[in-house]
DNA sequence: CCTACCGATCGGTAGG
DNA sequence: CCTACCGATCGGTAGG
């Protein structure tokens, strides 16, 4: 019980650690330290450092096979815009809800992008081409694009949702001032997730019901 | 002169591998060797490993100073649509160039923000206000979109490009099939990219003369 | 899950 | 720009 506890400590230290300074900058000790136990027994919870870090990374990737299904309920039900919604919301929570996930996939592409390839191709692929025909469907119905590439589209703003979400939670990333309507101050991350959102829309339907 | 080359040689190398596999991913050692001198050498000509980083990340912004001017000059050139065109051709170019550049810049967002933010600050965000400038006089015209939000859409652009040009060059990282056109093949990089720059056309004009 | 320990490699220095 | 070397830390093992 304490041993399991441990174990999932040790995936959540893992994690936050290697989303803040990468793999190579993150050491066992440190890890070891964040979880208050001794280095050696890190590795007995797993065989080594990269088995630690595919654990790290199945974990994510479990996650995200958890919220596929809302997602694809999402995608059947009502029509085309509130399907956009709602998609777009279960993306963006995803990342939103911990801001690690979008950092570790992001260093995990740089890191090993052809490990990682086989990776989103098990997980996210089946679900992109779930929303690339409904794209399609859309198509011949008139209320998407002609010109969209559904797949390309749908990639698109993944990683869009992915590097918003990943960078400094204070800002997105590279700079955006605050914004101000009387009291309220809109930070920089809501700023470029409500303009991606904007444009992800816009480009996406031939009508304009979009604000 | 021949020092003179190998100072550069190590940062080529230094550029090539850190972007490959991050900063603390790559040592000096292996950099020794990529260019052929000994390790003590590379201290020779950089005081410490975070000067060297310090200098492959000067030489990189350094570049990006140079294409500005071509930014600026296209900026304010022609009207609305073809100004488009050439910053985006600008902004696409410089990271086709040289895919590392997209490759080291996440990879120092992710970490190093804070650090970044300055940075970027200086060599980014005069040249993301003369665009914002811009298009709030696109607005103004109603070439433009009024729901646009100028500077959170550069950003967006931004991104998408560094994203696109920064994973594994084959294949837009995730996953894009090759799709043909009798004997031609469109690379899932050029099916993004491609994408990318409709979909930003598209969100950003009011009218529609894209194709 | 710990103590004790391993060889390898890390960034960096001395001295020429 | 090299040889020779430093202490610190790396991932990992032995043995209990």
Not at 82 to 111: Q, V
Not at 131 to 154: C, K, M, S
């Amino acid at each position: 019980m304490n041993a399991l506890d441990n174990r999932t400590q040790i995936l959540t230290q893992a994690t936050r650690l290697i989303a803040a300074r990468g793999f190579e900058g993150t050491s066992l000790q440190s890890i070891a330290d964040a979880v208050g136990i001794r280095k050696p027994s890190v590795l007995y919870h797993f065989p080594s450092k990269a088995a630690l870090r595919q654990a790290v990374l199945e974990q994510l990737l479990s996650h995200w096979s958890e919220v596929v299904p809302r997602l694809l309920m999402a995608t059947s039900a009502e029509d085309g815009m509130d399907r956009f919604d709602a998609i777009m919301a279960e993306l963006i929570g995803f990342f939103s809800r911990d801001p690690d996930r979008a950092r570790l996939l992001l260093r995990e592409m740089l890191d090993r992008p052809d490990d990682m390839r086989s990776y989103l191709t098990k997980f996210v692929r089946p679900w992109m081409d779930v929303v690339a025909r409904n794209l399609r469907a859309g198509q011949r119905g008139g209320l998407v694009r002609a010109a969209v590439d559904p797949e390309a589209w749908v990639l698109y703003v993944v990683h869009g949702s992915l590097v918003a979400l990943a960078m400094a939670d204070g800002a997105g990333c590279v700079l955006e001032p605050v914004e101000r309507d009387e009291q309220d101050a809109i930070t920089g991350r809501d700023r470029y997730l409500a303009e991606m959102v904007r444009a992800a829309r816009v480009s996406l339907f031939d009508e304009r019901r979009t604000v």
